[in-house]
């Protein structure tokens, strides 16, 4: 699957999975895929409003999504309906796998927020990681995934404060490793 401008619009399904179900499902505009990272762009999939205390995700907010072959997460720039930047959220998860128009992730219930000036690291879901069972099930899993938050919290304490992005981008985040 690739996209470039001279390409038609093309469109893939995102499908993000949890304990083997599908959580949720959405239609999403293909932005990139290198063969290694696949970014897509959607409007907010979720029904009204979402308030999480620290950020709202509401109707009119889109999302551009970076998904890897090849890391445990998921890295989601997430902005408002006029485009300002909210922060990213991002999602601890198995790599991605792509399965003709379907993107397929599945959630490892573990999260990290930061906000759009990066003074704001917060690690999420906690919790539910250790209530999922993964460490018994899946150890391997398991440590990837806590591996994975650690680095991306990491990788957001270094940059803090240093934002870049005004506009939407199909780029990777600035505080993210490019390749």
């Known amino acids: ?7 038609p619009l093309r469109r893939v399904d995102v499908v993000l999975l949890k ?10 505009e ?11 762009r959607a409007p907010w999939a979720g029904e009204g409003v979402r ?20 890391r445990w997460y998921a890295v989601k720039e997430v902005r408002s309906s ?26 490892l219930d573990l999260d990290l927020w930061v906000s759009a000036d990066g003074t ?10 250790e209530e999922s069972g993964l460490a018994d099930r899946d150890p ?12 991306l919290e990491a990788l957001a304490h270094l940059s803090r404060g240093a934002t870049s992005h005004n506009a939407p981008s199909a780029d990777t985040p600035h505080w993210l490793p490019s390749s």
């Not at 308030?51 to 090849?70: K, L, M």
């Open 51 to 70: 308030d999480f205390g620290f950020v709202r995700f509401e109707p009119g907010d889109v999302f551009t999504e970076h998904y890897w072959r090849d």
């Open 82 to 107: 006029d485009g300002t930047l909210k922060g990213w959220y991002c999602d601890i998860t198995r790599p991605a796998t792509v399965d003709g128009t379907e993107l397929v992730v599945e959630d």
């Open 30 to 40: 293909l932005l990139t895929d290198d063969g290694t990272r696949v970014t897509v």
């Open 140 to 151: 391997e899993a398991a440590s990837a995934a806590t591996a994975a938050l650690d680095e």
């Open 120 to 129: 704001e690291v917060l690690r999420l879901d906690e919790d539910e990681f």
């Open 1 to 7: 699957m690739c996209a470039n401008s001279s390409d």
């Open 19 to 28: 304990a083997g179900r599908t959580k949720i499902r959405y239609e999403a």
